[in-house]
Nanobody, 123 residues
């Protein structure tokens, strides 16, 4: 499956952004989808994941209550709504697809990756 992420940009602290990731090539609804991010000089980290049906989600602690992951299987798209952004959220955000049946926060469990979209939050 090919993944194309978009929606990043430069915003001020407290603002909101919505990232999108469009999938093509295989049956999108079969995959667990996730967002990861990589800040400058840091390792890539898990942000959020959503089940194949969209019925359940998982978030890392630092974004709970601020970020919302969702998906539209009819459009083969996964979203990340990011509210109350802070400079600590500055990173390249990647979408990823996992063909297994259970969530994972581990990079190596994801089979497909998008190219990343840069989010920069100024203070």
């Amino acid at each position: 499956v090919q993944l194309q992420a978009s929606g990043g940009g430069l915003v001020q602290a407290g603002a909101s952004l919505r990232l999108s990731c469009v999938a093509s090539g295989r049956t999108f609804s079969r995959y667990i989808m996730a967002w990861f991010r990589q800040a400058p000089g840091k390792e890539r980290e898990f942000v959020a994941a959503i089940s194949s049906s969209g019925g359940s989600t998982l978030y890392t602690g630092s974004v709970k209550g601020r970020f919302t992951i969702s998906r539209d299987n009819a459009k083969s798209t996964v979203y990340l709504q990011m509210n109350s952004l802070s400079p600590e959220d500055t990173a390249v955000y990647y979408c990823a697809a996992d063909s297994s049946l259970t969530y994972s926060q581990m990079i190596y469990d994801y089979d497909y990756w998008g190219q990343g979209t840069l989010v920069t939050v100024s203070s």
